[in-house]
C-alpha cells in the first residue's frame, strides 16, 4: 500500500473533472439525430469501446440506454455477434433485434428514423498480418447486413492505425492494402494512427479516442448534407487539438498546497519521556490501578462471572471446598465473610486453584477461537488508537518487552484482605488480565499496531518526497495559482484545529489514505471552494482565453496520419465547445470571432474543453 | 559443553522408551554403546519442535554425571551415558512425557551431537507418556452416636476423600477435581500431602481428572470404613 503525491494528483484531477460529467448538467445540446451503432472489431478495441461507452453517455446522457454497442468477434472464420450492455454483460441478442430496438420509435427519441448509423472501431495493434484488415472488413459487411436494414445503413470504419516503433512495419503494410483497395466499394474509413504528422506518438491512444468520440458526436446531426458527406465512401483522417481547463496543473498545485499546510499542522513529538512516568503510561496502556484491562473485565463480567455464585448460593457453593480443620462454628458464621486470603489457607490452596482453573478455562477457549481472541485485540486495538499518535506506537512497539514488564504485577491485589464476596470477581478479573498468554496477544497488538504506524510515517516521508518528482506547474499556467491558492490558504487557516485532531487519529497507511480523500471532500464542499473548482478555464481570467484561442487557431494542429505531402484544404473543421451565446464573457463568445464561418460550432455543453476537428480526404496513392 | 541437534541417522538410534512403574525407572533399546539424552517434558508435550533451543539452553552445563536437570519449568533432561546403564535409568515421576534421543559425545571437541529420533512408530516409540496413577477412596464420614445400651453410626454431614496413593513430583493442583452438582472443586497438592479431606455435604463427590496426566486406578485393598473424629 503506497501513496505518492502523483496519485493524490490523480485523485484530486478525477474530482475536478467529476465536476465536468452530466449530473452538473453540462450535457451537449445537439443531440444523436439518426440511430446509431457502434461496433466493436475484435478484442483489440475492447478499450476504445469503453471510452465512447463513456465519452458519449457523458456526452448525450439521456441516450445513454439507446446507442446499440456491439462486439464483433471470430470463431475461426465465423463471425459472432453479440451486444455489449451498459454494465459490461454481453447478450447473445441477435444484431437484426438489435437493430430493430433501434428503430422502435415508441422507447428511442431520435430525430430521424430514415437512416441508421454504424460506426466500426477497428484497432491494428495485434494484427498478424494486413490481410486481417480485409478479414475485419467482411467483418463489418456480415454485421451491415445482419442488421436487415442495408439499404437505410450508413458505415463508417474508424481505424485506429497502430504505428508506433514496434507496429512500423506492420502500419506500413496496412497502408499498402488501403491504397490498393477500391475505396468505392468499402465503407468510409477514418484512418487515425497514433502516430502524427509531427513524429509525436499516442501511445495509449487517449487522444485517438477523443478524435473518435469528437467524430461520431458532430457526425450523427441534423444537418443532412453534412452527415451525408461524412458518410461518402473514402480514406479520410483528421487534425485535431484540445484545449481544456489544466485539470492536472490545478490538481497539482492543489495538492502542493494540501500538503505544506498538513505537513505544518503535524505535531511535533517527543516520545523519549514515555517510559519515564511508568504509571502515566500504563494507564494510557489501558491499565487499571487494579492491574486490570477495562474490556477483559466486562468480559468477566458477562462470561465467567458465573462460575461464582451470588448471595447465599455463594455460602452454600463455599462450603463445599474442604477445610482444613473444620468446627461448627466456621460453618455456622458466614464463609462468603471469610477473606480471601484466609479461606485459601483453610482450603488447602484450592479457592485460588479454583478462579485459576476458571480463568484458565476461559482463556484457552478465547484463545483458540480465532474470533475470541480477535476481538479481545480489536477492542484493545481501539483502545490505543484513542490514545497514542503513530509515533508514540512505533516508538512502543519497539519496546515490547518493556511493556510486558510493565504490565506483570507478581503481587496478589490488596483486596485479597477483604471478603470473598467483595475479592472473588475482583480477583478473577486480576488473574485475566495477567495471564501471560493475554499479555502476549496485548503485547502482539502494540508490535502489529506499531509495525503499521512505522509504515504509515514512511509513507508520509515518501509522499512529501515524492512531491519532487511532479512536473513544474507550466509556466503558462502559472496565473491560475493565486486564483486557487487563496481559498485553499484560507480553508487550511479556518479548519486547522480540527484537521490537527484528524492528523493524530492517523495510525496507518489505510487512515492516512482515508484522510486525504476526506479532507478532499470538504475542499470540495467547501463554499469557497466548490465553485472555483467548478469554474469554466475562461474564468480563472482573461489570460486563459487568450492562450486557449492561439492553441485552437494554431497552423500546426497535428494531424493523426503522417503522411509526405500536404493535404490541403480540411472537408469539414469543427469546433467543439459549450455554445453560450448569452454570456458575453464565454469562450465561446471569445473564441468564434477568430474562425472563418465555414467553421461548425458544435455545443458539447461542457465549458471545460474546447477541441478543433479538421476533417481531411486521403488519396489513396498518399497512403504509400 | 556445546550441543548440537541434528537429523537422525540409522546408525544411532535409542527407541522403544517405556515406563517401569514397579521401579519407576525408564527402559529404553539402543545401539551397542549408545549415549542417550531424556527429555522429560509436561504431559502430553513433545520437545522435538524445540530441540535446536533445548540445545543452546543445555550449552555449558556438563549433564554427564547429574540426575534429571531442570532447564526450565516443567521441562528437565538427563544424559545417559552407554557405560551408566545402556538400557534403563531411574526416572523422574509421573504425570509427564519422557522423550529419548540417541547422542554422541566427543570429549575432544567438547560437542555432544544429538540426533533425531526415527519417524514414531507404533510398536517402538522413542516418546513415553506416564500417566500418574492415584488411588483414592470417596466415602460417607459416620460418627458413632451413643444411647445408654447401644451405640449407633449416623452420617456426620462430611464426606471424605482418602488418598491413598502419593501424588508424586509432577503432580499439578488441579489435575483431579471433584464434582458436586454443578460444580467442580479442584484438589490440590496439599491435599494430597494431608492423606485426607472432609467436604461438608450429604452428596457424594465424584473424582474426576482434568487431564490425562493423571489415571485414577482402584485402591490396592478396601480400606475399614471411616470412624471420623471430625463429625460434629
Redesign the interface.
Known amino acids: 500500500m503506497t501513496l505518492n503525491a502523483s496519485d493524490l494528483v490523480q485523485q484530486f484531477e478525477n474530482r475536478l473533472r467529476e465536476l465536468d460529467d452530466p449530473v452538473s448538467g453540462r450535457a451537449a445540446k445537439g443531440k444523436p439525430f439518426f440511430p446509431m451503432m457502434v461496433a466493436r472489431l475484435g478484442p483489440s478495441a475492447n478499450n476504445a469501446c469503453l471510452f465512447l461507452r463513456r465519452e458519449l453517455s457523458r456526452l448525450w446522457p439521456q441516450y445513454r440506454d439507446e446507442i446499440a454497442f456491439v462486439s464483433a468477434d471470430l470463431n475461426g472464420q465465423i463471425p459472432e455477434f453479440s451486444r455489449m450492455a451498459s454494465n459490461g454483460d454481453v447478450s447473445d441478442e441477435s444484431v437484426s433485434r438489435i437493430a430493430a430496438k433501434l428503430f422502435d420509435a415508441n422507447n428511442t427519441h431520435f430525430f430521424s428514423y430514415q437512416k441508421l448509423l454504424i460506426y466500426y472501431v477497428l484497432n491494428t495493434s495485434d494484427f498478424q498480418s494486413a490481410d486481417d484488415l480485409r478479414t475485419w472488413l467482411s467483418v463489418a459487411g456480415s454485421l451491415k447486413v445482419a442488421t436487415k436494414s442495408s439499404d437505410t445503413v450508413m458505415d463508417m470504419l474508424i481505424l485506429l492505425l497502430n504505428e508506433d516503433n514496434e507496429h512500423t512495419e506492420m502500419g506500413a503494410q496496412i497502408r499498402e492494402t488501403l491504397a490498393h483497395m477500391d475505396s468505392d466499394a468499402l465503407p468510409k474509413i477514418l484512418i487515425l494512427s497514433n502516430r502524427r504528422n509531427d513524429n509525436g506518438i499516442d501511445l495509449d491512444w487517449r487522444t485517438c479516442h477523443c478524435i473518435a468520440a469528437a467524430t461520431i458526436a458532430v457526425s450523427n446531426q441534423e444537418n443532412s448534407t453534412v452527415v451525408t458527406d461524412f458518410f461518402r465512401p473514402g480514406f479520410f483522417t483528421v487534425s485535431y487539438v484540445r484545449a481544456e481547463k489544466p485539470f492536472a496543473a490545478i490538481s497539482q498545485l492543489c495538492v502542493n498546497t494540501m500538503l505544506e499546510h498538513i505537513s505544518n499542522l503535524m505535531p511535533e513529538e517527543s516520545v523519549g519521556n514515555l517510559f519515564q512516568e511508568p504509571e502515566r503510561l500504563s494507564q494510557r496502556l489501558g491499565l487499571s490501578p487494579d492491574a486490570t484491562f477495562s474490556f477483559l473485565d466486562e468480559y468477566v463480567e458477562n462470561s465467567i462471572n458465573a462460575f461464582i455464585p451470588d448471595g447465599e448460593a455463594l455460602n452454600e457453593f463455599l462450603s463445599l471446598f474442604p477445610i482444613r480443620e473444620p468446627s461448627p462454628e466456621l460453618y455456622a458464621e458466614l464463609l462468603s465473610e471469610t477473606s480471601a486470603k484466609r479461606f485459601n489457607d483453610m482450603t488447602f490452596g484450592a479457592w485460588d486453584c479454583y478462579l485459576e482453573t476458571i480463568v484458565k478455562k476461559a482463556r484457552d477457549a478465547a484463545l483458540h477461537d480465532a474470533k475470541g481472541i480477535s476481538d479481545w485485540r480489536r477492542q484493545y486495538g481501539d483502545l490505543l488508537r484513542q490514545e497514542f499518535t503513530a509515533v508514540e506506537l512505533e516508538y512502543l512497539s519497539e519496546r515490547v518487552a518493556k511493556i510486558r514488564r510493565n504490565f506483570m504485577r507478581p503481587s496478589r491485589p490488596l483486596t485479597a484482605e477483604k471478603p470473598i464476596r467483595i475479592d472473588a470477581k475482583k480477583r478473577l478479573c486480576f488473574l485475566l488480565s495477567q495471564d501471560e498468554h493475554v499479555i502476549d496477544s496485548l503485547c502482539d497488538e502494540i508490535k502489529t499496531l506499531g509495525e503499521q504506524a512505522r509504515i504509515c510515517l514512511q509513507t508520509w516521508d515518501a509522499l512529501l518526497k515524492s512531491q519532487k518528482n511532479l512536473h513544474l506547474i507550466q509556466e503558462e499556467d502559472q496565473n491560475f495559482i493565486s486564483y486557487y491558492k487563496k481559498p485553499l490558504t484560507e480553508y487550511f487557516f479556518r479548519n486547522a484545529e480540527n484537521l490537527r485532531m484528524e492528523i493524530r487519529k492517523i495510525l496507518d497507511v489505510r487512515s492516512l489514505k482515508l484522510f486525504f480523500q476526506r479532507t478532499m471532500d470538504h475542499l470540495f464542499a467547501y463554499e469557497n471552494l466548490g465553485h472555483v473548482f467548478s469554474n469554466s478555464f475562461g474564468d480563472v481570467g482573461a489570460v486563459q482565453d487568450e492562450q486557449t484561442r492561439r492553441k485552437l487557431n494554431s497552423p500546426d494542429i497535428p494531424l493523426y496520419l503522417s503522411l509526405n505531402f500536404s493535404l490541403g484544404a480540411p472537408v469539414y473543421s469543427f469546433l467543439l465547445l459549450k455554445v453560450d451565446n448569452s454570456d458575453h464573457k464565454s469562450l465561446y463568445h471569445n473564441l468564434k470571432s477568430y474562425f472563418s464561418s465555414e467553421t461548425f460550432f458544435y455545443d458539447t455543453g461542457s465549458d471545460s474543453a474546447a477541441e478543433v476537428l479538421n476533417i481531411f480526404r486521403v488519396n489513396p496513392d498518399q497512403l504509400l | 559443553m556445546k550441543y548440537l541437534y541434528r537429523i537422525g541417522e540409522p546408525a544411532y538410534y535409542a527407541t522403544n522408551l517405556t515406563w517401569d512403574s514397579s521401579r519407576g525407572s525408564l527402559e529404553w533399546r539402543s545401539g551397542r554403546g549408545q549415549d542417550v539424552l531424556i527429555v522429560q517434558t509436561a504431559f502430553g508435550v513433545n520437545p522435538i519442535a524445540e530441540m535446536d533451543a533445548i540445545c543452546k539452553e543445555m550449552e555449558g552445563i556438563d549433564l554427564r554425571f547429574s540426575a534429571f536437570y531442570p532447564l526450565r519449568p516443567k521441562l528437565s533432561v538427563r544424559f545417559v551415558n552407554a557405560k551408566q546403564g545402556a538400557t534403563g535409568c531411574p526416572g523422574n515421576g509421573e504425570a509427564c512425557t519422557y522423550t529419548i534421543f540417541p547422542c554422541v559425545a566427543n570429549e575432544e571437541t567438547d560437542e555432544c551431537v544429538i540426533y533425531a529420533p526415527a519417524q514414531e512408530q507404533r510398536v517402538s516409540s522413542p516418546v513415553c507418556h506416564v500417566p500418574l496413577r492415584v488411588a483414592l477412596e470417596v466415602s460417607q464420614d459416620m460418627w458413632i452416636q451413643k444411647f445408654l445400651w447401644h451405640t449407633r453410626e449416623i452420617p456426620s454431614g ?1 464426606y471424605c ?1 482418602r488418598f491413598i496413593t502419593p501424588c508424586g513430583e509432577n503432580y499439578q ?2 489435575f483431579l ?1 471433584y464434582k ?1 452438582g454443578d ?9 494430597f500431602e ?1 492423606h485426607a ?5 450429604d452428596i457424594k463427590p465424584v473424582v474426576i481428572p ?1 487431564t490425562n496426566a493423571v489415571t485414577l486406578i482402584e485402591p490396592p485393598r478396601k480400606p475399614p470404613a471411616t470412624r471420623s473424629k ?1 463429625g ?1
Open positions: 462430611f476423600i493442583d488441579g477435581e458436586i460444580y467442580l472443586i479442584p484438589i490440590t497438592r496439599k491435599m494431608s479431606i472432609y467436604i461438608h455435604t482434568r471430625r460434629f
